[in-house]
């Protein structure tokens, strides 16, 4: 199976400055049609994930331009360019490349500091 | 849109159904997941099936015990559970896949299953 760590697990932000989230993934997540399955899902408090970013940096309809996704192969980064009060949350990447399983990072736990 | 239902206490070695109903899209045209997440923790793949049930996949410890299913006349997607243990207590969340398998674009509000005596 494929293990995706994400780093750091808690991130403390100030509001209106960046963040940056990692995630590896055990073996490289480059699949044989072209397309490599990274993704980033958002969960609010009290609420069930949303998908923000798919095929590493492809972002979803209504998510904020603030929001940016890179990488290749086997590391990856979302990277908030302004954190928002409503960013508050935990963020997981999950690869859909090596299936089943699909597999999920452990979480980053964004919060204002 | 995802509703899932059917959660609820049992105790371990009982069973449960649960049904996602979907609206909104094509149900019939695509793959779906459940997803569970234990309370305060991270999220774990459970079980996918393929639009026309021709492929089923599901996580190691879930595998004999639990078993998807789904009905493309109602647009309703099941997760039959068996056999139930402590360590199954989550809130279940079903997911709708993608066409080309590598992602879930739409997530249910999820419904919590608790296994205690």
């Known amino acids: 199976d494929v293990v995706m760590t994400q780093s750091p697990l808690s991130l403390p932000v100030t509001l209106g400055q960046p963040a940056s989230i990692s995630c590896r993934s055990s073996q490289s997540l480059l699949h044989s049609d072209g397309n490599t399955y990274l993704n980033w899902f958002q969960q609010r408090p009290g609420q069930s994930p949303r998908r923000l970013i798919y095929?590493?940096?492809n972002r979803d309809s209504g998510v904020p331009d603030r929001f940016s996704g890179s990488g290749s192969g086997t590391d990856f980064t979302l990277k908030i360019s302004r954190v928002e009060a409503e960013d508050v949350g935990v963020y997981y990447c999950m690869q859909g490349t090596h299936w089943p399983p699909w597999t999920f990072g452990q979480g980053t736990k964004v919060e204002i500091k | 849109q995802l509703v899932e239902s059917g959660g609820g206490v049992v105790q371990p070695g009982g069973s449960l159904r649960l049904s996602c109903e979907a609206s909104g899209f094509m149900f019939s045209n695509y793959g779906m997941h459940w997803v569970r997440q234990i309370p305060g923790k991270g999220l774990e793949w459970v079980s996918f099936i393929r639009f026309d049930e021709s492929s089923k996949y599901y996580t190691d410890s879930t595998k004999g015990r639990f078993t998807i299913s789904r009905d493309n006349s109602r647009s309703t997607l099941y997760l039959q559970m068996n056999s139930l243990r402590p360590e199954d207590t989550a809130v279940y969340y079903c997911a709708k896949g993608t066409l080309n398998w590598g992602s879930f674009d739409c997530w249910g509000q999820g419904t919590l299953v608790l296994v205690s005596s």
């Open positions: 095929k590493v940096s």
